[in-house]
């Protein structure tokens, strides 16, 4: 199986932040776990992808390879 992507959403309604892990063509169905409202924005959020170190970057350079 493909890895799904995890999306951040926010509930327009209640304001309570959740995730789901979602296939792509099913990111636009989502409806709050809070309050059942389908008022709901995703957020941009940050992602790895995977065997990476993304945190503390050290002199301008990042450890552990990487991206650029």
């Not at 493909?2 to 099913?26: G, S, T, V």
């Not at 995703?42 to 992602?47: A, G, H, M, N, P």
């Amino acid at each position: 199986s493909e890895p799904m992507p995890i999306y951040e959403y926010e509930c327009n309604e209640c304001k309570h932040p959740f995730l789901r892990i979602l296939a792509f063509k099913d990111r636009d169905s989502v409806t709050c776990p809070k309050c059942q409202s389908d008022d709901v924005a995703r957020r941009i959020s940050l992602f790895s992808s995977g065997g990476h170190d993304c945190g503390g970057e050290e002199g301008g350079r990042r450890r552990g390879g990487g991206f650029g």
